[in-house]
């Protein structure tokens, strides 16, 4: 159905509209945004209240036989919560004039707006992200003489997997997660250019993987970084997003519509991101 007027943006018809467009924003935020792909989502709590926690708990320590019995009781669960503040409060305001929509119509000029935010959703979640795992995170540092970036990412991958802490007992390929700049990622693919039976084309941009790690590119890591290697989890990242809706400005010819959203951002396990 064509909507003609500002005014059918505050009816149901409008509503069903808006309704559409903000599902179509998360869903298109949740496939988009790698830090959705990589977040952590085992949080626990109230996102209305303000915090949420994610849990994390030690490697369990076998007995000698009979040791329970003896006590009367089992190990007790070694862990550690760690609180995720909701502390960032956003918003998408922009008002539609009615001669600005003339042309275009109101349905059109509403999507072609919230491709926009999606964008700038996507970019500001990943970009917090980032910093977050940059500053909470392990810098990484290549040994001596180790220069290349397909030697220095391989020797970072092994750092991770072969870390060993009372939480970790090795971390297998398979649940890293490697983010470069597309600087780095540049680097990295002309280098397989080089490399017979890769399996890898020179006409194939995304090569997925890189010795058993999933690979991703972003615009958004922090000036200055190469890479990040994480476990997916390690940071947690709750988002909440209200529909969108439409008001009438006062004393204008102009609906204001809005979005509002709120999120926060922590290293949940910050030993398990390498930053280079």
């Given at each position: 159905?064509?909507?003609?007027?500002?005014?059918?943006?505050?009816?149901?018809?409008?509503?069903?509209?808006?309704?559409?467009?903000?599902?179509?924003?998360?869903?298109?935020?949740?496939?988009?945004?790698?830090?959705?792909?990589?977040?952590?989502?085992?949080?626990?709590?109230?996102?209305?209240?303000?915090?949420?926690?994610?849990?994390?708990?030690?490697?369990?320590?076998?007995?000698?036989?009979?040791?329970?019995?003896?006590?009367?009781?089992?190990?007790?669960?070694?862990?550690?919560?760690?609180?995720?503040?909701?502390?960032?409060?956003?918003?998408?305001?922009?008002?539609?004039?009615?001669?600005?929509?003339?042309?275009?119509?109101?349905?059109?000029?509403?999507?072609?707006?919230?491709?926009?935010?999606?964008?700038?959703?996507?970019?500001?979640?990943?970009?917090?992200?980032?910093?977050?795992?940059?500053?909470?995170?392990?810098?990484?540092?290549?040994?001596?003489?180790?220069?290349?970036?397909?030697?220095?990412?391989?020797?970072?991958?092994?750092?991770?997997?072969?870390?060993?802490?009372?939480?970790?007992?090795?971390?297998?390929?398979?649940?890293?997660?490697?983010?470069?700049?597309?600087?780095?990622?540049?680097?990295?693919?002309?280098?397989?250019?080089?490399?017979?039976?890769?399996?890898?084309?020179?006409?194939?941009?995304?090569?997925?993987?890189?010795?058993?790690?999933?690979?991703?590119?972003?615009?958004?890591?922090?000036?200055?970084?190469?890479?990040?290697?994480?476990?997916?989890?390690?940071?947690?990242?709750?988002?909440?997003?209200?529909?969108?809706?439409?008001?009438?400005?006062?004393?204008s010819d102009a609906v204001a519509v809005e979005m509002?959203?709120?999120?926060?951002?922590?290293?949940?396990?910050?030993?398990?991101?390498?930053?280079?």
């Amino acid at each position: 159905m064509a909507i003609n007027s500002l005014n059918v943006l505050l009816d149901p018809t409008g509503k069903m509209l808006l309704a559409e467009i903000s599902k179509g924003i998360i869903e298109n935020y949740q496939g988009t945004a790698i830090s959705a792909q990589l977040k952590n989502v085992e949080l626990s709590g109230n996102p209305d209240a303000g915090t949420v926690k994610a849990r994390r708990f030690q490697n369990a320590t076998s007995q000698a036989y009979g040791t329970a019995r003896a006590a009367g009781k089992g190990q007790s669960i070694k862990g550690k919560d760690v609180t995720v503040d909701i502390d960032q409060d956003k918003e998408f305001v922009e008002e539609l004039e009615e001669k600005d929509v003339n042309l275009l119509g109101v349905a059109q000029t509403v999507t072609q707006r919230a491709a926009n935010h999606r964008v700038q959703l996507v970019s500001e979640l990943d970009t917090a992200f980032f910093l977050e795992g940059q500053t909470s995170g392990t810098a990484y540092t290549a040994p001596s003489g180790v220069t290349a970036p397909q030697d220095v990412l391989e020797d970072a991958i092994l750092t991770l997997e072969t870390l060993k802490t009372p939480y970790v007992d090795g971390i297998p390929r398979q649940l890293m997660n490697l983010v470069l700049s597309p600087s780095y990622y540049s680097q990295v693919r002309k280098y397989l250019d080089t490399v017979t039976n890769t399996g890898i084309t020179t006409q194939t941009e995304d090569f997925v993987n890189y010795h058993g790690v999933r690979v991703f590119k972003s615009l958004n890591l922090p000036t200055g970084v190469n890479f990040e290697l994480m476990v997916k989890g390690a940071i947690a990242q709750p988002v909440m997003m209200n529909q969108y809706q439409a008001e009438r400005v006062p004393l204008s010819d102009a609906v204001a519509v809005e979005m509002f959203y709120y999120y926060g951002t922590k290293a949940v396990t910050p030993e398990l991101v390498l930053v280079g």
